[in-house]
């Protein structure tokens, strides 16, 4: 999860689906937070509270959710993987900083790359890509229409750069969340 908030939150999300749904948030340096709620499997959709938060998602045929949270008066985005023996789930809590700066939240299970964003400017989104090796490649991201995203896997860090018309920087995480 990422999003606005003062500072700007940064979490880890663990939710149980069946004909309810359950779950934990885990912001980064804080407690954790219960929320309980539907998930509706003819559309996929789950719905989360608790503590004042609200989570709203969907869930798509790879097992990946993105959706929406809010508390209180702020936003941002969710995305979450489903998580299994023969496919754990790997995420990686950081920033990015350069000609624009924020949080960098990204989630890695086998293959496949997905991730949430929020902008000091208020902007959030997600972003999608691939892992091969030690090598990642971010190919799509919401709001950067051209930009490129490279980086690299080093034990429990994932860092790389980014750029696009007129911008550019860094991004680094790692597993301490």
Known sequence: ???????????SLAVTVA???TGTITPVGAAPITVTGT?????????????????AGSIDDTGKLLGTYTHSATEGSVVAYQHATT?????Y????????????NTLIR???????YDNVDGSDGYFTGTVNG??????????SPGATFTGTIS????????????????????TSC
């Open 87 to 91: 496919h754990p789930v790997t995420v």
């Open 134 to 143: 030690s090598s990642v490649s971010i190919t799509e991201v919401s709001d």
């Open 155 to 174: 034990g429990t860090t994932l860092s790389g750069t980014w750029s696009g018309p007129g911008f550019a920087g860094t991004w680094t995480s790692d």
């Open 1 to 11: 999860m990422a999003g606005e908030s003062s500072p700007s939150l940064s979490a």
């Open 39 to 55: 998930y509706v499997a003819s559309t996929k959709a789950v719905t989360l509270s608790g503590g004042g938060y609200t989570i």
């Open 19 to 21: 004909p309810s749904a």
């Open 93 to 104: 809590c950081g920033t990015y900083t350069g000609d624009a700066d924020g949080i960098w």
């Open 110 to 116: 086998g293959s496949s790359l997905s991730g949430v």
